[in-house]
């Protein structure tokens, strides 16, 4: 079994960048994917971005594509969420799960072993 736990989050201003961090431990059954999802408070949980196991591909919701970058290094078992140019709207909890084999990247159903999440404030 995999647990995932999230690092890096924190309270920033509007234009600034953060980096976060999804450490696996554990053992897992077979190469898997990762994504990147947020809560807002009061609002429903939301895909942010995922990769694939050897990192070809990678998945971003409008909302963050250009500033935003994901990316993975398997020999750390880490997966990172490179934030640049924050928005306030971008002010959530944000977590990383493992991704299901086969299943769809940027539905939530496809998800497991969820991180406890990270705080990403960013004041304007």
């Known amino acids: 079994q995999v647990q995932l736990v999230e690092s890096g989050g924190g309270l920033v201003q509007a234009g600034d960048s953060l980096s976060l961090s999804c450490a696996a431990s554990g053992r897992a059954d077979r190469q898997y994917a990762v994504g990147w999802f947020r809560q807002a408070l009061g609002k429903e949980r939301e895909f942010v971005a995922a990769?694939?196991?050897?990192?070809?591909?990678?998945y971003y919701t409008d909302s963050v594509k250009g500033r935003f970058t994901i990316s993975r290094d398997n020999a750390k078992n880490t997966v990172y969420l490179q934030m640049n140019n924050l928005k306030p709207e971008d002010t959530a909890l944000y977590y990383c799960?493992?991704?299901?084999?086969?299943?769809?990247?940027?539905?939530?159903?496809?998800?497991?072993?969820w991180g406890q999440g990270t705080q990403v404030t960013v004041s304007s």
């Open positions: 990769i694939s196991w050897i990192g070809d591909r990678t």
């Open positions: 799960a493992k991704k299901s084999t086969g299943s769809a990247y940027t539905l939530l159903s496809s998800y497991h072993y």
